[in-house]
């Protein structure tokens, strides 16, 4: 079966590698990763075949939220660098076969941006409407009942006029009024600036937020999330500013974008990826990474494969010659992957690892692979709350600390689940702070740092850096790419929840991926002809899979009859 009725694009198959750039490598000493790091550093991801950097920001930021609270998007924050280092990077990158993908922050901007502190003037300000801006109620309250992310309440009280203004993250990050023509507008000139610069695209972040009813209602459904979602989550409103979005800049150019989008089902995903409704590439979705916590209560759940594996098949099969998947384990905001869906001891970290790789990089989409995720990098281990630096992670710990939780089980808690992280800088060599800085660095590294290295990794052809370039590579090569990227797939054994086997199917080529997520030995049987083992994270000889016995955390990619 083949995919043709989905016009091929650049991006179907491309390999995005993710960079938190103030984690990523520090040029000049300062403890804190700047762009000149990141060009010093292009060789090792074009060594492992990706193809796309997403950015997370570099744009002039108070750094509230780490650049996620953007003051002027046409600067670059001093501590990553100038304007000639970003030129200087898309260049290098180009050169490299390498496209460059900008965070875009638009549902929000920092309150220390000019169009805020002209807003803030007063009522009368012709940036008034710019951002959100309302009475209280009849009794001082709030003017309704929404959450943020990371405070409370999604409203601030200004004293000076007497109104609050919307923020559904940091009172630091209030909400832009996308109803206004004026922000859209601004928004789309900025993003021609950028993308006249050869931008390969833009990852959107919290996009599908950015529409907001006109009655702000109260919410109603309190059981999971943020409240207040069902009003300003995936809105009508939304797809109109994307479409008039695509309308006014994305058609111009050729490029990947994708959206950010919590709070997402795959009729969603279908709504925004939809080629015929000229919205955006595809989206970023949350499904899976939600199955072992309700983030916003702070509460963490088993981790169920079941469930894993039927949120995963849902988007594949639901997507499938319709819209467009990404694919990923983790990225700044999620702990790193080995540690939460492997097994990061010293004698399975690498090969669950590569098992996750595995089972992830075979699936239809564009993957994403956050920095130090091809490295296996771990968990950090926090003990106590002053050692965490995301705002995040506090706004959880005051949380459970009012629900009244020991402090040792939030940090607990935060052990499993902090934002930090990820954001740990990323391990070079086995020198001082991992090669990461010269300096002091602005998060201090993970002491295992002198196992577990890119200098290690890319020496020993055995590392899970070199199973990911050949993941890279099977999805890229001429044997494997079409299969791959455009096949047809199918999940067996739904009902199995040590192992993850599913099929992909093109053209009369056909790809049997087993991978056994547990730390036993399993016992299992395909009934298929093989034909020839692509990949296996162990190094034993398997000549039939009609009898198959998998060593822990065993995965294996099989052409099948
Ligand atoms: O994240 C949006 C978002 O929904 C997160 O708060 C999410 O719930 C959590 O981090 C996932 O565990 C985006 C950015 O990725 C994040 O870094 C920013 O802090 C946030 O938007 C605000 O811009
Ligand atoms: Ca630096």
Known sequence: MSNEQLERRWWHNAVVYQIYPRSFNDSNGDGVGDIPGIIEKLDHIKGLGANVIWLSPVYQSPMDDNGYDISDYYEIAPEFGTMDDMDELIKQADARGIKIVMDLVVNHTSDEHPWFKESKKGKDNPKRDWYIWKDPKEDGSEPNNWESFFKPKAWTLDEESGQYYLHLFSNKQPDLNWANPEVREAVYEMMHFWLKKGLGGFRMDVINMIGKPSDFPDASIFDEGVAGWEHWANNMLCHQYLREMNEKVLSHYDVLTVGETPFTNTMDGRFYSDPGRKEISMIFQFEHVSIDR?????????????????????WQDDLYQKGWNSVYWSNHDQPRTVSRYGNDGDEYRVISAKMLGTVLHMMSGTPYIYQGEELAMTNKHFNNIEEFNDLMAKFHYQKMMDRGIEPAEAIDFLNHFSRDHARVPVHWDASDNAGFTSGTPWLPVNPNYTEINAAQAV???????HHYRKLVELRQGDEYGDVVVYGKHQLLDPEDSKVYAYLRFYDGKTLLVVANFSGEVQSRAYDHQLKKVVLNNYADDISDVRELTLSPYQACIFEIE
């Open 294 to 314: 309700e983030e916003h209560n702070a509460v963490r759940k088993p981790f169920d494969l079941l469930q894993y594996k039927s949120i995963m098949s849902k």
């Open 459 to 465: 020496s020993d052809q055995g590392s899970v850096y």
